[in-house]
């Protein structure tokens, strides 16, 4: 494959001016006050460091302060700074409107807030350069990151990743870090497949790359928690579980032309081997004893740490349904021996409606503890959620061995085969 870099003729110190390597673009609400502190460090760093031509590019989502002047004046001040203005908001709608338009090879994002050391921008756009890569992103996942932020934010990031690899079966280790590239001929066959336009827009991209069989390139970075972010924790977490569940179901309707993009860049994605031999009767109870221990610490923990901020329903709801996801995939895996991603969506919406009889046990009897007792203890509450787990948990390996995992009846020859399930 021909690198993007070899496409860019030199002149004097930098490629024509004709050719914009990379457009990094700022997608901004209200940033009047850091935005050029922002813009100005990003500009001498590529100055001094990015051997191709560069562009930045302000995205303002409707913005009602003094964001439209400040952008304003440093596309005077600065060279390759251009600013638009968007009437919506919405940062996926702010990235997928600038990058389909931008003329760069590469296009790029990052916060405002400037989390992200710098020094990762070069190793992120470095193997989209080259061709090695398709998209890029930067990590704070891995164990060669250095992150700094609260334990809450750490706990949310973790959870959710976790969400991720459990339900779309994603294996990028971090899907919201606000430092991502991507190939400009990439990014125009991509994003007319994404319909989120806030903050799931990154998840989507990686998802349909990843299924595509495009290869994602990842940096660890070191990352600094910015403590005036106004991102709503609890509203993001909503809408990340909407486009969760309908990314699952364009996966399982074939609804996407994800083979054609896979074949127009040469891509095939890996698919492991599912064992030809399924875990006899007694291995499944050992192993689905085990997952639906780790899986009540879990709810047990979500719970607590959503009741902080939410009622008792609303928070049994979020911790059930995460957990519910992480046990059908752990179940689906290790429990009955099913690998690879056919019929993996399906088998998370089985295990939805399964977790709709978990929830109505669990919340059938936080009503009735709470029509018993007005106002009961945390301990009470934990107690009574304890009970209905367990009987929720018996039903679940019922309904998971009997229907959602079923084994089908084989016949070869003379010999009609059928495994223990």
């Given at each position: ?166 339900t779309l079966f994603t294996r990028f280790s971090d899907a919201q870090c606000g430092f991502k ?154 429990t009955f021996g099913i690998a690879g991603r056919v019929k993996a969506a399906r088998h998370q ?5 399964v977790f709709g009889l978990g929830l109505a046990l669990t919340s059938g009897s936080l009503a ?54």
């Amino acid at each position: 494959m021909t690198s993007l870099a070899q496409t860019a003729g030199r002149t004097g110190d930098r490629p024509h001016a004709a050719v914009t390597m990379l457009d990094v673009t700022i997608p901004v609400y209200n940033e009047e006050r850091d935005l050029a502190t922002c813009v100005h460090r990003l500009h001498e760093y590529l100055t001094r460091n990015f051997p191709y031509q560069f562009r930045i590019t302000v995205a303002d989502n409707a913005s009602t302060d003094g964001t439209p002047l400040v952008a304003t004046r440093l596309t005077h001040e600065l060279d390759a700074v251009h600013y638009i203005r968007l009437e919506q908001k919405g940062r996926g709608r702010a990235l997928s409107q600038v990058w389909a338009a931008s003329q760069a090879q590469v296009v790029a994002y990052l916060d405002v807030d400037m989390s992200t050391d710098l020094n990762a921008l070069l190793p992120l756009v470095a193997p989209l350069i080259s061709g090695h890569s398709d998209l890029a992103i930067g990590t704070r996942l891995s164990r060669h990151s250095r992150v700094v932020r609260g334990r809450k934010r750490e706990f949310i990031s973790r959870t959710y990743n976790l969400l991720l690899h459990s339900t779309l079966f994603t294996r990028f280790s971090d899907a919201q870090c606000g430092f991502k590239a991507v190939r400009a001929d990439v990014a125009r066959k991509l994003l007319p497949l994404i319909q989120d336009t806030g903050w799931f827009f990154d998840t989507e991209l990686l998802v349909l790359a990843e299924r595509a069989g495009l290869r994602i390139h990842e940096v660890p970075v070191d990352w600094t928690d910015d403590p005036d972010s106004r991102v709503d924790i609890v509203a993001t977490a909503i809408a990340d579980l909407k486009g969760v569940a309908r990314v699952a179901r364009a996966l399982a309707g074939g609804r996407l032309p994800l083979a054609d993009i896979a074949a127009q860049f040469g891509r095939n994605p890996l698919e492991p081997a599912a064992p030809e031999v399924p875990p006899g009767l007694f291995t499944q109870l050992v192993r689905f004893a085990a997952i639906g221990i780790a899986s009540t610490l879990a709810y047990l923990v979500l719970f607590l740490f959503f009741r902080i901020e939410l009622g008792a329903q609303a928070a049994n709801l979020l911790a059930l349904l995460v957990t519910a996801v992480a046990n059908t995939a752990a179940n689906r895996r290790l429990t009955f021996g099913i690998a690879g991603r056919v019929k993996a969506a399906r088998h998370q919406l089985q295990g939805l409606a399964v977790f709709g009889l978990g929830l109505a046990l669990t919340s059938g009897s936080l009503a009735g503890l709470q029509l018993v007792q007005a106002r009961p203890g945390r301990g009470l509450e934990v107690g009574v959620l304890v009970a209905a787990n367990l009987a929720a948990t018996v039903l679940r390996f019922v309904l998971l061995r009997g229907w959602v995992f079923r084994h089908r009846r084989v016949i070869t020859g003379r010999a009609a085969i059928a495994d223990e399930l």
